[in-house]
């Protein structure tokens, strides 16, 4: 069975996605940290971002394994650095090519096959899982998901103006929703769930209650 979590920056899919697999007894992933992993080794291999075969055969062959939730490329746990702001700002390089999400898509099936999973991004209703047993589009006001942004770093330790979280939020949602392949958007028979106001746990009943009803 597949369940798959879309949804932009901020509205708290990876933390959802896990607590719900965890409660079902399902695998977890998050395609985020595989986005993040190529565009941190593409970094580290100083590729010029202007060099997409360069960008495209890295990913190709970049070895991305999970070992529950911590992910290594080729051979080298990364856990923590695909966090950095540098990685983040550079990862739109990648993700924008149709051919680099095709080898992340291959690689995402692959990890799926045969097993019950909850998978969380952008693309994972759309394009990687069409035929996903479970969609759900999860979202929430763009000023909510900054304000918890921003509760975020303040908790840990790193203290961003509301201003530039939300320009920065801002940012990504554009670069997300226009990439020419795997932008951001609740598939046709997604279930849209917009988070605001609810708390963690009512985010999380009606998110099983979802699921439940689908199956
Ligand atoms: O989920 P997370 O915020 O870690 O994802 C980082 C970035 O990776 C997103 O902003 C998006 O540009 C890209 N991404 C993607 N497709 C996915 C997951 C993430 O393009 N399935």
């Given at each position: 069975?597949?369940?798959?979590?879309?949804?932009?920056a901020g509205?708290?899919k990876?933390?959802?996605?896990?607590?719900?697999?965890?409660?079902?007894?399902?695998?977890?992933?998050?395609?985020?940290?595989?986005?993040?992993?190529?565009?941190?080794?593409?970094?580290?291999?100083?590729?010029?971002?202007?060099?997409?075969?360069?960008?495209v055969a890295?990913?190709g062959?970049?070895d991305?394994?999970w070992?529950?939730?911590?992910?290594?490329l080729n051979?080298v746990?990364v856990?923590?650095?695909?966090?950095?702001?540098?990685?983040?700002?550079?990862?739109?390089?990648?993700?924008?090519?149709?051919?680099?999400?095709?080898?992340?898509?291959?690689?995402?099936?692959?990890?799926?096959?045969?097993?019950?999973?909850?998978?969380?991004?952008?693309?994972q209703?759309?394009?990687?899982?069409p035929?996903?047993?479970?969609?759900?589009f999860?979202?929430?006001?763009?000023?909510?998901?900054?304000?918890?942004?921003?509760?975020?770093l303040a908790?840990?330790?790193?203290?961003?103006?509301?201003?530039?979280?939300?320009?920065?939020q801002?940012?990504?949602?554009?670069?997300?929703?226009?990439?020419?392949?795997?932008a951001?958007?609740p598939?046709?028979?997604?279930?849209?769930?917009?988070?605001d106001?609810m708390?963690?746990?009512?985010?999380?009943?009606?998110?099983?209650q979802?699921?439940e009803?689908?199956?």
């Amino acid at each position: 069975m597949i369940v798959t979590i879309d949804g932009p920056a901020g509205a708290g899919k990876s933390s959802i996605a896990r607590q719900v697999a965890d409660r079902l007894g399902f695998e977890f992933l998050d395609t985020g940290a595989m986005y993040r992993a190529v565009t941190l080794g593409a970094i580290r291999a100083q590729i010029e971002f202007s060099d997409v075969d360069a960008l495209v055969a890295f990913a190709g062959t970049a070895d991305l394994k999970w070992k529950g939730c911590r992910i290594s490329l080729n051979g080298v746990d990364v856990t923590e650095e695909i966090r950095t702001p540098t990685v983040t700002g550079a990862i739109r390089y990648l993700a924008d090519l149709p051919d680099v999400r095709r080898q992340l898509t291959l690689q995402q099936r692959r990890i799926a096959a045969g097993r019950s999973i909850v998978t969380e991004g952008r693309d994972q209703g759309t394009d990687v899982f069409p035929d996903a047993d479970c969609k759900i589009f999860l979202t929430a006001s763009p000023h909510e998901r900054a304000l918890r942004r921003h509760q975020q770093l303040a908790d840990a330790g790193r203290h961003m103006a509301i201003e530039d979280v939300i320009a920065a939020q801002d940012r990504r949602d554009a670069e997300d929703r226009c990439r020419p392949v795997g932008a951001l958007r609740p598939a046709d028979d997604a279930v849209t769930l917009d988070t605001d106001g609810m708390s963690p746990d009512e985010v999380l009943d009606r998110t099983l209650q979802i699921i439940e009803s689908a199956v």
